[in-house]
């Protein structure tokens, strides 16, 4: 029986040493980001501030009491959903959904064409669920950096995630899709509260967890909000007078780190992998953390290593030096095989077009996608502990979602373990994966909205 080899070679670990962020690192992560976090809050330091900590205009919780039927819209990528909620009882919720794909030529085409598509694609589900005649309450969580000016009025800041549709930025895309909604002249939908995904995961975990307070989301980006102290939501302008206590605020973490302050923590790979994106010296966190970008990062390190005759020497693959080609669900896949198998490790590999007939191949692919997702799992930590740090609280829920935390086999794992490590002693919380904050949280917003305009 042949010893599997166990010891990774010093210039395997040399190129990804510095994925492998110290403890002290992290609590610099965590210094430096709460002090962004207040420049965000701070009405005099927001224009100049990199975490923007937008107003939600969200300032009531699920109490569990919301019934009814609502509509919500799900836009984040490039797939997007039209939901039905019927909220019948706190444990009782019918939801039903249809997806719909975004075609990638209207990703960059006019922003009209893409409200367009989206009120057709809710006027082909309203006839198929048979709610033409009915004015339904909607509610549209929108999953890139937006500035809201209400509940109902959302300005896009800026297109993430490869989007760029020109005429949206800067525009109020509420506005955008009612206009829409109206050119069909079919559709009787009132929309009452715009939203982000982080905010929707924050609801639909509050609904049932009575003490969540944060929503993260760990998918293809990343960001999160919280619930923040009205009168510490300076941008909100009745933050001294407002007679609720709280606001969640939408910090649009992504984008930490673009005046520098991450230079610490960055790889020249990062810079590769930034360089080459849609939108270069933006989202730097995000960048570390979310799945669009870890799977090109191993990439960078294999043609790297590869070029060395390091890894898979004396092989080529026409798949491995095409970027994006390494796809972030084969970190998850590679990672879940145990100790000593490398099973999905070898599917990987010969998805990719190389032989990899090397154990010490399969165990240096393994390292390296390990470095990268626990770099990802440790900044994300970093993240969270800032922020319940800054609500300073002893117990904590956080309503967690995205594809990364999902699938990936040992994430969940990470954050419990590097949260714990950073946080001060005696501080109690739970990480709840999100029962679809989008669309559950979205209807929960739209529940409270109506509720609040009835009550005035």
């Not at 309450?137 to 760029?164: H, R, Y």
């Not at 490790?345 to 090397?358: E, F, R, T, Y």
Request: hydrophobic share 40%; glycine share 8%; aromatic share 8%.
């Amino acid at each position: 029986m042949s010893v599997v080899p166990t010891t990774i070679a010093p210039e395997v670990e040399a190129a990804v040493a510095g994925f492998m962020l110290t403890q002290a690192q992290m609590t610099e992560v965590v210094e430096r980001m709460t002090k962004e976090i207040k420049m965000g809050l701070a009405r005099d330091t927001h224009p100049r501030a990199v975490i923007k900590c937008f107003v939600s205009y969200v300032q009531d919780l699920p109490t569990g009491k919301e019934r009814g039927k609502y509509l919500a819209l799900d836009l984040g990528g490039s797939n997007f959903r039209v939901l039905l909620v019927d909220l019948k009882s706190n444990t009782d919720i019918d939801i039903v959904s249809k997806s719909f794909v975004i075609a990638s030529s209207m990703l960059s085409g006019p922003g009209k064409d893409l409200f367009d598509f989206i009120a057709n694609c809710l006027a082909d589900f309203c006839k198929e669920q048979r709610l033409q005649g009915e004015a339904i309450p909607l509610g549209f969580t929108f999953s890139f950096p937006l500035q809201q000016q209400g509940l109902t009025k959302g300005i896009l800041v800026t297109w993430t995630k490869g989007f760029s549709c020109e005429g949206v930025v800067g525009k109020n895309v509420v506005a955008l899709l009612q206009e829409a909604i109206e050119r069909r002249g079919d559709l009787k939908i009132n929309i009452v509260a715009i939203l982000n995904d982080t905010v929707g995961t924050l609801m639909s975990c509050a609904f049932t967890s009575r003490n969540c307070r944060i929503g993260l989301i760990v998918g293809t980006g990343s960001n999160a909000c919280y619930v923040e102290k009205t009168v510490n939501a300076e941008c909100f302008e009745n933050y001294q007078t407002s007679p609720k206590p709280h606001m969640i605020i939408n910090a649009e973490w992504g984008a930490f780190g673009d005046n520098g302050v991450l230079d610490f923590v960055r790889t020249p790979y990062d810079r590769i992998v930034d360089k080459v994106t849609p939108n270069p010296g933006k989202q730097t966190f995000e960048k570390c953390i979310s799945g669009m970008y870890m799977g090109e990062l191993v990439r960078l390190v294999l043609v790297d290593l590869m070029a060395k005759g390091l890894i898979f020497a004396g092989e080529r693959s026409e798949k491995i030096q095409t970027q994006w080609n390494f796809q972030t669900s084969y970190l998850s896949d590679i990672e879940s095989d145990s100790p000593g198998d490398f099973r999905n490790c070898s599917k990987v590999i010969n998805q990719l077009g190389l032989v990899g007939n090397h154990v010490r191949d399969k165990l240096h692919l393994r390292y390296i996608c390990e470095a990268v997702s626990s770099r990802s799992a440790k900044l994300c930590s970093c993240g969270l502990v800032t922020l319940i740090n800054k609500m300073n609280i002893n117990d904590v829920s956080v309503g967690i979602d995205g594809s990364v935390y999902r699938f990936h086999p040992r994430y969940h794992d990470l954050l419990m373990f590097h949260m714990t490590k950073l946080l001060r002693p005696g501080i109690k919380f739970e990480l709840l994966e999100s029962d679809d904050g989008s669309g559950k949280g979205a209807a929960l917003i739209a529940a409270t909205a109506v509720q609040n305009q009835a009550s005035k």
